[in-house]
């Protein structure tokens, strides 16, 4: 019997690590939310990462998390370290390229909870007098990586906190709760 049972967990152990291998090596996640503002008034909210701190939907997850800038207070050079607990991890993210006001792109570099590099865009596109914005995520799948996708819906967990931040965003250019100097 005991053999059996042997059996049966190293074959349902072989049969997961062969599903985690068969999963797609590249992944990509992308929220949009329509902004009732022109897109020169989302911009400067996260082209700066400082101002992250008022909708990034990680940081309510870790408000005590510990954040370090460095590079240029704005666009191309920018850098956030983070280190928080455990659901926000340990990382940073660089702003590479920053076209006003239509795209930021930034590297995504994460330590914790396991090591991955993406990156990470942002499309602000005008729509009449406002804006669709689109954050997306995209990167690589290591192995863990794919293993992980089997247990966890990423692109749910991700795209949901995608969707919070959006959201938050959306609230903060909406509502003028802005600083005059924000929106300029």
């Known amino acids: 019997m005991f053999d059996i049972i042997l059996a049966a967990l190293a074959f349902v ?3 997961f690590l062969v599903m985690a291998a068969m999963q797609p090596g590249d992944f990509r996640i992308t929220r949009s939310a329509l902004l009732a503002v022109k897109p020169e008034a989302i911009f ?3 082209n700066d990462l400082r101002k992250w701190e008022a909708w990034s939907p990680w940081v309510r997850l870790d408000p005590n998390a ?3 800038f460095e590079g240029p207070p704005s666009g191309v050079g920018a850098i ?3 280190d928080g607990n455990a659901k926000v991890g340990k990382g940073s993210m660089t702003i590479v390229e920053s076209n006003a006001p239509g795209l930021i792109r930034l590297r995504l570099d994460f330590l ?3 090591k991955a590099t993406s990156v990470a865009e942002f499309n602000f596109d005008p729509e009449g007098g406002q804006t669709i914005v ?3 995520m995209s990167g690589k799948n290591n192995f863990i ?3 992980m996708g089997l247990i966890f819906n990423c692109e749910k967990m991700v795209g949901g906190q995608f969707e919070k931040g959006l959201a938050n965003l959306k ?3 909406e509502s003028g709760s802005m600083p005059p100097s924000s929106a300029s």
């Open 112 to 114: 914790k909870p396991m």
């Open 13 to 15: 152990f072989v049969f």
């Open 66 to 68: 510990n954040m370090r």
């Open 145 to 147: 990586g794919k293993a």
């Open 134 to 136: 689109t954050w997306s």
């Open 44 to 46: 400067p909210e996260v």
């Open 80 to 82: 956030a370290h983070w």
């Open 171 to 173: 609230e903060r250019v």
